[in-house]
Structures are given as C-alpha cells and as structure tokens.
C-alpha cells in the first residue's frame, strides 16, 4: 500500500518522496551536493483518447507517488504514481529515462537482480515485468493472484519472485515460468502486508501483517521458522497497546544482522536481532518518538534513518553504542540532508494527517446467525398468535381478546 511519504537508501544515494514530488540527495559529507527534485504533475500524461495497456481510457489521478525502489546497485530508481505511470530513473547522474502507461493502479515495484527487469504488482492482483535496458518498452504479465497485491519481491539470485496478498497469502513462484509455484508460506490470519528476503540469508524471507505478527520464514519449502507477536511487546500504559497494526515498512542491516519494523500509524520502530543459526528473531528494544514516523531505512557503515513529521528536525540517525540503540546528537551528513529537506518542506507539508495505511485492508466479520434466529422467533411468535393450538375436542380455542393480551403480555 501507498504510504504518505517514503524514504529509500541504497549506498549514499537517499531519496525522500511526498504527495507528487519527491527529493533525491547524497549522505556523502561533500558540500558541492545539488539536489535532485522531481515532481510527477510535470511528467507526460496521455489524453484521454489516448487508451490504457487494457484498452480503457486513462483515468485522470491526482499524481500521489504510490511506490518506488532503487536496483540493486543504485544506478537506477523507478516509481508509480496513482496517474498509472511507471516512470524510471537513471541515478549517476540522476535523469528521467521513460515514462510509461501501467494497467491497473500499483501497490509495490521492485527490480531484478540482475536489474534487467522491473516488476510491478497492482490493485487487481497482477505482477507485470517492464524492461529496464528498453525504457520504452511495454509490460508482460507475469502472474497473476485472486485477491490485491501488497507487496513483491525477488530472490537475490533472480531464480524466484515472492508476492504476498490480502488474503494471508505468500507465493513463490519460478521467475522463468511464473506459472510454476515452488511453495506458499501460509500462518497469517490477515492480509501480509511487507516481504523481504535478506540479502545476506538469501534462503529467509521476513514478513509482517495485519495479525500483528513478524514471521521468519524458510520461504522455497514454506516453512515457518519464527514468530514474534507484537501485541506482547507492548506497553498497557501506551495509547495504541490496543490497536491492530501492520507493518509499514521492515529494514534490514546486514552488518549487524538488525531487522527495523515500522508499524503503520505507531511511533515506534521495533529492533530485533536476527539469529541466522538458530533461524530465530530476537526481540531488542522500541524507540519511540515524539513525532509521526513516515518511514525507516539502513545505511550501511551509518546506522538507521528515520523520516518524521517535524520541520524542525525531519530526519533522526540512530546507531547503537553500548548495545542500546539511540540518535546521533550531532552530524555532518545529517544535518546536510535535513537542510535540503527543510528547504523543500512543502512536498511534506499537509500530509501528518493523511491515513493511506492498511486499516481499510482487515476483513469485517457479521453475525448473520443472531439475526436470522431473531427474525424466525417473531415469525413464530405471529404465527401462534394467529392460529392458537387446538381444544380439547380437537378444535381451536376461540380466545378472547383480553386471554390473547394476556398471553401475549407473558
């Protein structure tokens, strides 16, 4: 699902997005860095006589940035917006290549390994490939699921692609014939809302839902290694101790095998500790704020980034120093990147209280039962009182009006 703002590191390269626009800038401490800004209301639209990849006439869309991702290298970086484009970057030096038509609305995007294709999973349940090397080329349809993609990603050998759905599913399928599924991973009780696979442990898939749940998964057999149940982390003084909450982002650092959870609408993010030996999740600590959390991301040889609903200080640096993790008081490329951010707050300005999260995506239950069974006993009830049981001489019993009040009344 769309988030309001988003953040995205891959080596120095971080990009910051909000609404239409997003900003892209280095972490290097250099001071010659300009940053690089784009808004997707300037991009190529199509008119409407112009028809869609399904043969429907484009929808008019407000421009939201709805996903995006860097390749494994970084040298490129790709979005969707809710105007159903996919449109793709070169980073070194940073240049739009293409802009293109998708079908549907999209919910998560990711590259290849190899970073010859892009693959975009949408609303209706489809996974489309768009060649990277051709920018204008159009998308193939890979697969496809019953219910709404929220997420999509690749084995970092490029030999399986992971989708994971509203409908507590996860699948692997084989890359080179997408029809062919090696497994599912199934123990979710609500819709899976974020995947990884470690790029480190390229045989473990994390994921977290709407169940309130963490899962560490043995993904090509389907088998499940760990769970970690939030709602057991929790404070009972804490306001949302409470409240059902997917994961809005998972990060993961492989340099200190440190998995960051993010939970939609909470100003906490959840540190664990990941133990590749004995496939376990251990639980380290919250670090809360002051502020609404957008979105988290690692970087390698710096720590955890943590994009917040503050001008004053939109971004936090957190290290971990004596076990602990905690903010970095003072920082050259900290303080750098908040500049640029502050001097282009206006992309992040209005959003604090937009809800783009999962609370639409939980499944309402009804008790059908309970009514049903009312209804029959006052049809039931009518029914008596309309024909009264039989005598003693096997005629009905004329009752009088004041003995069918009565009986009524009792």
């Not at 250099?30 to 800004?37: H, I």
Request: hydrophobic fraction near 35%.
């Amino acid at each position: 699902m769309a988030s309001c703002a988003g953040l995205a590191l891959c080596g120095q390269a971080l990009v910051v997005r909000g609404g239409s626009r997003f900003l892209a800038t280095s972490t290097a401490s250099s001071d010659d860095d300009v940053p690089f800004t784009y808004d997707c209301s300037t991009a190529e639209k199509k008119s409407q006589e112009n028809k869609g990849e399904d043969g429907q006439p484009v929808e008019k869309g407000s421009d939201t940035i709805l996903a995006s991702a860097f390749s494994k290298s970084g040298g490129y970086f790709a979005l969707t917006d809710d105007s159903k484009r996919l449109i793709l970057f070169r980073t070194k030096p940073w240049q739009c290549l293409s802009v293109r038509t998708v079908v549907r609305r999209c919910t998560a995007l990711t590259f290849t390994a190899s970073e010859e294709k892009l693959l975009v999973a949408d609303k209706s349940g489809d996974v489309y490939s768009f060649s990277v090397s051709d920018p204008q080329g159009c998308g193939r349809l890979e697969l496809g699921h019953l219910s709404m993609l929220l997420d999509v990603a690749v084995s970092p050998d490029d030999r399986y692609v992971l989708t994971a759905d509203r409908d507590e599913k996860i699948r692997v399928s084989w890359a080179a014939a997408p029809h062919s599924i090696e497994s599912f991973c199934l123990g979710h009780a609500e819709f899976v809302s974020r995947i990884l696979v470690l790029p480190d442990h390229p045989e473990l898939l994390l994921s977290s839902s709407g169940d309130c749940t963490l899962r560490l998964w043995e993904y090509r057999s389907g088998r499940e290694l760990h769970c970690c149940h939030l709602t057991s982390l929790r404070e009972p003084e804490e306001p949302w101790g409470d409240k059902r909450s997917a994961a809005s982002r998972i990060a993961y650092w492989g340099q200190e095998s440190c998995v960051a959870l993010l939970c939609d609408c909470i100003p906490v993010v959840y540190i664990f500790q990941l133990d590749a030996r004995r496939q376990q999740l251990a639980y380290r600590q919250q670090l809360a704020f002051q502020h609404r959390v957008w979105d988290v991301a690692f970087e390698e040889g710096r720590g955890l980034w943590v994009l917040q609903d503050c001008r004053e200080a939109p971004l936090v640096l957190c290290r971990p120093v004596g076990g602990r993790w905690q903010a970095v008081p003072e920082n050259a490329a900290l303080e750098k990147v908040s500049a640029h951010l502050q001097g282009n707050w206006a992309m992040l300005e209005g959003l604090a209280g937009v809800d783009a999260g999962f609370s639409g995506l939980y499944k309402a239950t009804f008790d059908n039962v309970t009514a049903y069974l009312r209804k029959k006993e006052e049809r039931l009830q009518k029914r008596r009182q309309q024909n009264p049981p039989p005598g003693p001489n096997g005629q009905a019993k004329k009752m009088k009006p004041e003995e069918a009040s009565l009986r009524c009344s009792s």
